[in-house]
């Protein structure tokens, strides 16, 4: 338990961090499930910019690295043209 007021407040501030942080990783997840799940090509490509969209908001608000989202990124668009052809 921290002792300090000021690590008492860390700890509070902690705790809302780490709940913006699940859900913010949750939607990317949930929007890959969605991508993944998609049957025709014109479906897969709509739901690979909500993929993008919600990978750059992760990035942006530092739940990410931004590196890792622009990884992510390009391997699901080679998945998706790879699927194309």
Do not use: C, G
């Not at 921290?2 to 942080?21: F, G, I, M, W």
């Not at 993944?36 to 990978?55: R, T």
Request: charged content about 35%; overall charge positive; aromatic content about 2%.
């Amino acid at each position: 338990m921290p002792r300090t007021s000021s690590a008492q407040k860390e700890l509070r501030k902690n705790a809302r961090k780490r709940v913006r942080n699940i859900a913010q990783k949750t939607a990317v997840k949930a929007a890959m499930k969605k991508l993944n799940a998609a049957q025709d090509f014109s479906s897969k490509k709509e739901e690979l910019s909500h993929v993008y969209a919600s990978l750059d908001k992760a990035a942006k608000k530092h739940t990410m690295h931004k590196n890792k989202a622009a990884r992510l990124k390009s391997r699901l668009a080679k998945k998706l043209n790879a699927s194309s052809k």
